[in-house]
């Protein structure tokens, strides 16, 4: 019997309908019902609160692996395994100094499963932050943040900020050595602006370097209100705000017309498979009023086979493929590696060296020798000229394509070894003959926040980009160029600054040659 | 969509084998289960044992200690594998471990649930557990503040037990207390083997006497109790003091009040600056701690036992001289490090000696001459006062030399330990340096006193300035018969330094001539008074030049 069929009144009834009623609810679960069909499949999508930020159909170009390498899936994934975990986390975690070290203990060695659940936890952030950075890269390089997309990379800086932000956050939470230390490191970059307004002498009166780190820490030093602080911003503000902002990109991806393809892409693409053939299996019955407003070419209404598939479950396989990978390399990771926990945060007895975070010892690097120069003005500079890229690129060839644009491979390829050979040239100069520092021991500080490694190597690599820019005529070519030796630097000094640094930041060729072991 | 459904299935596929190791690895291959599942197979069948998480919890210590989860045999209420040293019960100690948890006294992670995280042998956890052999020095977590005697005084003090039969009644350590032929009595005393940690009442002897007058008629009080002179009464309570339940810890303790470390080391405010701090020895974190040059394991306990074998070499450019101590001494020396651990518990749970020294300004050490000479003096003036001269160093002077104590006045000791030698190696004793008392120092001179057979100097009539001598006269001689060994400029060298501000502000003339003229018999020191085959007397107005000569390097300062 159908489930629309009419049941009689009275008791039958009544057991008519509670024998229906684990179907009706399965069917109440889905506005469009279960979808059999192509288009009952698009409908589905559309119908769907969490699917619907999918565009219905999705064209094959976005679906071929290379095309994107799936890393903003496994970003989103990662973060929701972080979400879940971290969630789990909080129920045995007390924000309070000490306590907070013997709730982390008590996490590693007796509540169910919490090793295992920090050890995830800790890895999906690294693996969000990685493929962040990856997924960055993957869009500036084939040149997908062009118009009409320009919003969305913005955004997208806005991610990866708030990204390094819940990471950082997160760090201080175990309140061990390697948290306090590197909290304190990253409060004292904070407060870095003090070395200009202590040059020029007006710190007594604009000091927004004290300002900075008494917002960030809530007091001089890291203490119980910098934990509480970096408590809210880790578990609901930073997320939150990710949240939404998660939201507006993806919905913004869909609005801008789906994923960045070249032009020719239909002509490129081989034949589909017979079988994924996109067929309209019936006459459309919506009215593309509402999709009429979208911007570009979209709404084909009556075009009838085009280069598309249904989102389901052509995409989603897709997607649910990079989320369980995401999840297998997580909970692999996390069975071999454990979480570190080091002793309890002392401030009498300082790391040394005390690291910060992996992702920000290229910055440390820089720090060493102007903490505002490293941790402020070229990390700025850097964001702000990221965030640029697409108001100042509006070439139109190469969208889509890896390394589009004039030069291609070839100019990234010679951009890398250029951008190679002057990072470690530099910092060869820096570890093998000192800074300016160690020449002129009384040279102002001023002098070495304006010159240093940093600012130098900031220099070489926008002489270089500008001379790309004149010598291919093109804002491409030179965007292309920084950005690789951007890379390059950014490589090379998160390398140096992870494996190659000891105690006093003295430089050793592996940590065994550490004094002291 | 093929090779992503192939992804999905196997990366799920994957996911899932691990996380079925992971619930195996939790819940089967844990030390903890693996531990109490070999328990469980050794009982007897039918036997209460359930297998389950185990802790004790202090509140008051914030400790959590899970050690019971595996030693199962130790938490309250069980009994676990009987006689077993792992899974047994604890042995009897003074403390209940169910009460007071495992971690405060032996050290380790308490939370841990892993053997190698929770003995502490892993990197990043400061406090390793303290090694089953060194075990007594786990009592100074709390207990670091335990008054103790020398070896000598100690070993006085047992004599004396011994030989007023007080053993005859009362048991300490084991011994003493036990029945008489015919199997009358035993015991009629308490066991005193803890009464250091509980204080011993003061008025003990009069109430002792009181019962014997009283003629409780028992065989012991006549035949065993009798008078008890004052100074026999003090070296007992002295020995007494130390009998806190840890012979053994008391037993370093006082061997370390013999060899007179805290010449150079501070413990707990009181000792010389010259070398380190020791008060938290115990508590070293092996991961600040250098093992460079350290032979053997790399625990803090073997590395004081290297360290105090050979300073210098597992310290570069270590100052302490080798001691030469035998393996057992060096053992009783590296227990006694590992005791000075010095929690910070709260107030509320502090035993009554870490109360009495640190809030009622009581001794750690015993206050008599004898140990005062041995716990700051011993080290560098040699047990016997004879002097010292470790490989690289200068002489240390004899100061228990009968020639020096017959010259020395009281007041002149008193000036030299209070005050020290300014630029030398001797430090100032008085309270705000070194922290000896006047009372103190003045057991330490009577303790000198002692060494040389009672010498001492008559009362001098003389004002402490009386040479009236040609300085220039004494210039000459001073560089023909005292540079070679005291230096040109009275620095010192083999001889000790002369030009010292503080030797002559309190040395007075009499001294001073009587030195020359004695010299000091068994020392480098001849007496000039007296001639030799290769050198003539001096007259004594010679001696007074020589004395007014040192005096213009008073004048200098």
């Known amino acids: 019997m159908s489930l629309e069929t009419e049941t009689p009144p009275g008791l039958r009834g009544f057991i008519e309908n509670a024998k229906r009623a684990p179907r009706r609810f399965l069917d109440s679960m889905f506005r469009s019902g279960k979808p059999v069909t192509d288009r009952g499949r698009s409908n589905f999508v559309f119908g769907n609160v969490y699917l619907h930020l999918h565009s219905a159909r999705t064209h094959r170009w976005s679906l071929r692996w290379l095309t994107t390498g799936g890393l903003g899936i496994v970003s989103l994934s990662a973060f929701l395994i972080t979400l879940v975990t971290g969630v789990l986390l909080m129920f045995y975690y007390k924000p309070y100094p000490e306590a907070a070290y013997l709730s982390i203990k008590d996490i590693h060695f007796i509540v169910p499963t919490g090793r295992f659940l920090r050890n995830i936890h800790r890895w999906a952030a690294n693996v969000m932050v990685v493929c962040v950075l990856l997924h960055m890269a993957r869009v500036f390089y084939t040149c997908a943040y062009r118009k009409p997309r320009e919003f969305n990379w913005v955004i997208g800086m806005l991610l990866l900020a708030t990204t390094l932000g819940l990471s950082f956050t997160g760090y201080l939470l175990p309140w061990d050595q390697l948290a306090y230390w590197a909290i304190t490191i990253g409060a004292n970059i904070a407060q870095s602006p003090r070395e200009v307004t202590d040059a020029v002498n007006i710190t007594q009166h604009v000091d927004p370097g004290g300002f900075q780190k008494l917002i960030l820490l809530g007091s001089d030093e890291v203490g119980e209100e910098a934990l509480i602080r970096f408590y809210l911003l880790h578990v609901m503000i930073l997320p939150l705000i990710l949240v939404g902002l998660l939201a507006v990109h993806f919905w913004r991806i869909r609005k801008d017309g789906g994923l960045a393809r070249p032009a020719d892409a239909d002509k490129r693409l081989p034949l589909p498979d017979v079988k994924t053939y996109p067929v309209f299996t019936e006459a459309p019955k919506k009215t593309y009023s509402l999709a009429a407003i979208v911007k570009g070419r979209t709404a084909a209404v009556g075009a009838g086979p085009e280069n598309t598939v249904p989102s389901m479950p052509h995409l989603f396989y897709g997607e649910a493929a990079a989320f369980m990978l995401t999840v297998f390399v997580c909970v692999l990771l996390s069975i071999f590696i454990d979480a570190p926990l080091k002793e309890l945060a002392n401030p009498l007895v300082p790391e040394n060296p005390a690291k910060a975070p992996w992702y920000f010892l290229g910055l440390q690097e820089l720090v060493a020798h102007s903490a505002f120069a490293g941790g402020i003005l070229i990390p700025g500079i850097v964001i702000v000229g990221l965030g640029l890229i697409p108001y100042l690129d509006r070439e139109k060839s190469g969208t889509g394509e890896w390394f589009g644009g004039p030069g291609g491979l070839r100019l990234v390829g010679w951009s890398a070894v250029f951008g190679l050979a002057a990072v470690i040239a530099i910092e060869t100069v820096a570890i093998r003959f000192g800074w300016i520092r160690q020449w002129f021991p009384e040279a102002p500080q001023l002098l070495i926040t304006a010159i240093n490694p940093g600012t130098v190597l900031m220099a070489v690599y926008g002489v270089y980009s500008v001379w790309l820019v004149r010598r291919y005529n093109s804002t491409r070519a030179g965007a292309l160029g920084l950005f690789t030796c951007f890379l390059a630097g950014f490589l090379v000094l998160t390398l140096i600054g992870t494996y190659f640094r000891g105690p006093n930041w003295d430089f050793f060729w592996s940590p065994s040659q550490w004094p002291g072991h | ?557």
């Not at chain 2, 405060?104 to 939370?111: L, N």
């Not at chain 2, 019962?211 to 065989?219: Q, V």
């Not at chain 2, 040059?293 to 105090?308: M, T």
């Not at chain 2, 020096?404 to 020290?420: E, I, Q, R, W």
């Open chain 2, 1 to 557: 969509m093929r090779a992503n459904k192939h992804l999905l299935l196997w990366s799920s596929a994957g996911s899932l084998a691990v996380l079925m190791w992971a619930a195996f690895s939790e819940n089967v291959l844990a030390d903890w289960r693996q531990a109490q599942a070999h328990v469980a197979d050794r009982l007897p069948a039918g036997a209460d044992f359930e297998v389950h998480l185990r802790q004790i919890v202090v509140p008051a210590r914030h400790t959590a200690d899970r050690c019971v989860s595996c030693h199962v045999g130790m938490a309250p209420g069980e009994s676990g594998l009987e006689g077993d040293r792992i899974y047994g019960k604890h042995r009897p100690v003074v403390h209940d471990p169910a009460e007071m948890g495992c971690t405060v006294c032996h050290g380790g992670q308490g939370r841990a649930t892993t053997k190698a995280d929770a003995h502490g042998d892993v990197p990043h956890w400061p406090e390793p557990m303290i090694p089953v052999r060194f075990a007594a020095a786990g009592c100074g977590t709390c207990h670091s503040h335990v008054a103790v005697p020398n070896l000598d005084r100690l070993a006085r003090g047992s004599a004396l037990m011994d030989r007023y039969d007080c053993y005859s009644c009362h048991r300490v350590d084991g011994k003493g207390g036990t029945l008489r032929p015919g199997g009358a009595g035993g015991g009629e005393g308490p066991d005193l083997s803890g009464v250091g940690a509980h204080g011993i009442p003061a008025d003990w002897y009069e109430n002792h006497l009181a019962a014997r007058g009283k003629g409780t008629g028992s065989l012991p009080w006549k035949t065993s109790f009798g008078e008890v002179p004052a100074a026999d009464r003090a070296a007992i309570d002295s020995f007494l003091q130390s009998r806190i339940g840890a012979p053994k810890l008391a037993d370093a303790k006082s061997l370390f009040n013999s060899l007179g470390c805290r010449g150079c080391h501070k413990v707990n405010g009181v000792g010389g600056d010259d070398g380190p701090d020791l008060s938290r020895a115990g508590q070293r974190d092996p991961g600040l701690t250098s093992f460079k040059g350290v032979a053997g394991e790399h625990s803090i306990a073997n590395w004081h036992a290297e360290h105090l074998r050979s300073p210098a070499a597992v310290v570069p450019g270590s100052m302490m001289p080798e001691f030469g101590l035998r393996n057992d001494e060096i053992d009783r020396v590296v227990l006694y490090l590992l005791s000075l651990r010095r929690t910070t518990a709260p107030e509320a749970l502090w035993p009554r000696d870490r109360m009495r020294a640190l809030r009622l300004g009581e001794r750690e050490f015993a206050t008599d001459g004898s140990t005062l000479y041995g716990t700051f003096c011993a080290a560098c003036h040699g047990a016997r006062g004879q002097g010292m001269r470790y490989a690289g160093g200068q002489p240390f002077p004899a100061i228990g030399n009968p020639d020096f104590l017959a010259v020395a006045s009281d007041d002149f000791l008193v000036a030299g330990v209070t005050h020290g030698r300014p630029g030398r190696r001797m430090p100032a004793w008085g309270e705000k340096e070194g922290g000896l008392r006047p009372g103190e120092i003045g057991a330490l001179v009577g303790f000198l006193r002692t060494l040389g057979d009672g010498a001492k100097p008559e009362p001098d009539p003389k004002p402490a300035r009386w040479v009236k001598a040609d300085p220039e006269a004494g210039r000459k001689l001073f560089a023909d018969n005292c540079a070679a060994c005291h230096g040109n400029d009275g620095e010192g060298g083999e001889g000790l330094a002369l030009n010292n501000r503080m030797l002559l502000q309190y040395a007075t003339d009499t001294y001073l001539v009587e030195s020359i003229r004695r010299g000091r018999a068994g020392t480098t020191m001849p007496s000039f008074g007296r001639g030799s085959t290769v050198r003539r007397a001096l007259a004594p107005d010679e001696i007074e030049a020589l004395v007014a000569f040192l005096r213009t390097w008073e004048e200098k300062k």
